[in-house]
């Protein structure tokens, strides 16, 4: 069955030259093997396919969530902002807060921006940790 095989998540781009300074130079991801129209981007549990497409930036949703423990966290963050990342923001039912584009609620905090073609990206503290 598929639960049994490995699944990595899938940005469509419309630039892949773009694509790769954003990802290896921003966000400082190396990049793995070059397949056939586009290049696959190593994580310490998978990883995920950016390839050339006409339909890059139509998915409006979070496309990758990257979880990080409570104490890397805020690390990412500042490392995100020095690389010129903008972080949106957006109406949430509840408790939720935000504070500087970062999102509080409860123990989790969470923070969402997007790559030159408009694919959401979110960093978040991982919620199977238990802690915030």
């Known amino acids: 069955m598929l639960a049994d ?3 990595i998540p899938v940005l ?3 630039d892949l030259d773009r694509a790769r300074e954003f990802y290896e130079g921003t966000l400082g991801f190396t990049s793995g093997p070059d397949v056939p ?15 050339p497409s006409a339909y890059a930036g139509t998915n409006k949703a979070t496309g990758i969530s ?9 690390t990412e963050i500042a490392a995100l902002r020095a690389a010129g990342i903008q972080f949106q923001t957006f109406d949430l039912p509840g408790d939720a807060t935000w504070t500087d584009g970062v ?9 969402w921006f997007t790559d030159p073609d408009g694919n959401v990206l979110n960093v978040e503290t991982d919620p199977r940790s238990g802690v915030g």
């Open 5 to 7: 095989h490995a699944a």
């Open 12 to 14: 469509a781009v419309t």
């Open 37 to 51: 129209d586009g290049v696959i981007y190593g994580t310490s549990n998978g990883g995920f396919l950016v390839y």
């Open 66 to 74: 990257f979880q990080l423990s409570a104490e890397a966290f805020d």
């Open 103 to 111: 999102l509080t609620d409860g123990t989790m905090s969470a923070a």
